[in-house]
């Protein structure tokens, strides 16, 4: 367990002797070039963390039981001749120094991604994404940098994490989260899913910082490789073709801030998630969600010698469930390609990261639908031919934008966990709601759940709040653009 974080302004004068004091101890200043507002970062044995920035403030993260660590923050401290300078407040906006002699120049804003939950029996999977302006790198590095993301930690303890994120969008963070629900997951390959998501994510990043149409030059985005297929890999060549430096690298989050916070934010949202679960299922408990874990393994067999349908929060097509309901290894099915999916036009827009729902399209048999009628729960009415992409909505939309009016038994069915329409969705919502609209509050009970991941924007018109972050209206009337029509 780390304890929380000890800030400590360094002055210039005594930057050497700091460095000579963690060398004197067999520790030896290390730069990190992924991240420019780095001067050195020293790491115990013991997994304390010793960070020195450019801008002159020292993060100590001391992890407990790490007699090294608690020598080496005490000599800090006599050094300095100080106590902690601050606890939980945001540091200064780091400096940025000019690169040099054949130095790659730096990148302004640092973006990364990576995925939580494909290896859990119970709950789902989900993306993080983060894009860190200047001003806010110390800062998110204080919350997250120490945190080891695949080690155990409370669910509240994940959750409290995601939302002292959240807080930082107000100073520029730019923190999202996407969920791949269990029955794409059960048959779709994952890999081809993964590369279809972290498209989606990216475009998710780049509309909330506002580059959704911009050229990229000062971003550097960084993607945790599961294995990326070529769906990806062909995006990435185009985010480069408009001035980004992408790299997908194994770990991304051991060696990336940005892919350290986008992986603390995914593990948040899962932990919502589980949170919820454990407060709804009643022939629990459940366990973790491991499919190692000992009352989660109990749990699945309980539910199996019941012979119910496996509920959309249980990866059925893992096999522990598979051979409990005595069925072979599922074949997954393959991605269809987003030409398959969209109009020519759309589908190049999606790879690109900037889809414009006000001419997207969508493929059903030889017809190209401007809307789409759907029941409550999400299913289609009336349709030409197949159209494959209505299972994949929520990868292929930046989320939904409900109208004002939806009635609220409406909404609440929405709200099933199990397959209402906006189960595992993200939900736009504009400034300064109305706190005692019963519509947020429905909303916020199903975020809080981890039914819904609620995005907050700056867009008042719902028009122009679709038409920014490339999502779905959704609405019993009629709008422009591409939409969703609830009926019946």
Same mark, same amino acid.
């Given at each position: 367990m780390t304890s929380r974080p000890d800030t400590y302004d360094v002055p210039k004068a005594k930057t050497d002797a700091l460095r000579a004091l963690f060398d004197a101890r067999g520790h030896t200043p290390r730069r990190l070039p992924q991240n420019k507002y780095v001067a050195f970062e020293v790491r115990t044995d013991g997994r304390s963390i010793f960070t020195l920035y450019t801008s002159g403030k020292l993060v100590v993260s001391q992890r407990e039981g790490d007699a090294e660590g608690l020598v080496l923050a005490d000599e800090v401290r006599t050094l300095l001749g100080v106590r902690p300078a601050t606890r939980a407040t945001a540091p200064r906006a780091a400096k940025t120094s000019a690169p040099g002699p054949g130095d790659v120049a730096p990148r302004t804003l640092l973006a990364g991604c990576d995925e939580t939950g494909t290896g859990e029996l119970l709950g789902t999977t989900f993306l993080g994404g983060a894009l860190l302006r200047p001003a806010v790198v110390e800062a998110a590095h204080v919350l997250a940098?120490?945190?080891?993301?695949?080690? *155990?930690?409370?669910?509240?303890?994940?959750?409290?994490?995601?939302?002292?994120? *959240?807080?930082?969008?107000?100073?520029?963070?730019v923190v999202e989260a996407l969920c791949v629900r269990n029955p794409l997951f059960d048959a779709y390959s994952k890999n081809d899913l993964l590369d279809l998501a972290y498209v989606r994510l990216v475009g998710d990043l780049l509309a909330s910082a506002g580059l959704r149409e911009a050229a990229l030059d000062d971003v550097e985005l960084v993607i945790d490789d599961y294995g990326a297929k070529s769906l990806l890999r062909r995006a990435a060549e185009s985010w480069r073709a408009r001035g980004a430096r992408v790299a997908l690298e194994t770990k991304a989050d051991v060696n990336h801030l940005s892919a350290r916070v986008a992986s603390v934010y995914a593990r948040s949202a899962r932990a919502r998630e589980m949170s919820g679960l454990l407060a709804e299922v009643e022939d629990g408990p459940i366990g973790t969600g491991n499919a190692g874990n000992p009352v989660t393994l109990r749990w699945v067999r309980r539910r199996a010698r019941g012979g119910a349908p496996w509920p959309a929060f249980v990866k059925a097509s893992f096999r522990t469930v598979r051979d409990l309901d005595g069925l072979d290894p599922v074949t997954k099915r393959p991605v269809p390609a987003p030409e398959a999916l969209f109009d020519a036009a759309s589908a190049a827009d999606f790879? =690109?990261?900037?889809?414009?729902?006000?001419?997207?399209?969508?493929?059903?048999? $030889?017809?190209?639908?401007?809307?789409?009628?759907?029941?409550?729960?999400?299913?289609?009415?009336?349709?030409?031919?197949?159209? /494959? =992409?209505?299972?994949?909505? =929520?990868?292929?939309?930046?989320?939904?934008?409900? $109208?004002?009016?939806? /009635?609220?038994?409406?909404? $609440?069915?929405?709200?099933?966990?199990?397959?209402?329409?906006? *189960?595992?969705?993200?939900?736009?919502?504009?400034?300064? /709601?109305?706190?005692?609209?019963?519509?947020?509050?429905?909303?916020? @009970?199903?975020?809080?759940?981890?039914?819904?991941?609620?995005?907050? &924007? &700056?867009?008042? $018109?719902?028009?122009?709040?679709? @038409?920014?972050?490339? *999502?779905?209206r959704v609405t019993t009337g009629e709008c422009d653009g591409f939409f969703l029509r609830v009926v019946g």
């Open positions: 940098g120490h945190v080891e993301t695949k080690s *155990s930690r409370a669910l509240s303890g994940w959750e409290t994490l995601g939302e002292q994120l *959240s807080a930082l969008r107000t100073d520029g963070l790879v =690109a990261a900037r889809l414009d729902v006000t001419r997207a399209r969508l493929r059903a048999g $030889d017809a190209l639908l401007p809307s789409v009628q759907l029941d409550a729960r999400g299913r289609p009415r009336d349709l030409p031919g197949e159209c /494959p =992409a209505l299972d994949l909505l =929520a990868l292929l939309f930046g989320g939904l934008v409900l $109208d004002d009016d939806l /009635p609220l038994p409406l909404l $609440d069915r929405m709200l099933v966990r199990e397959d209402g329409l906006a *189960s595992g969705q993200r939900v736009l919502v504009g400034p300064e /709601p109305d706190r005692d609209d019963p519509r947020l509050l429905a909303l916020l @009970r199903a975020h809080r759940a981890g039914i819904v991941e609620l995005v907050p &924007t &700056t867009e008042r $018109d719902l028009a122009e709040r679709a @038409r920014a972050h490339s *999502s779905l």
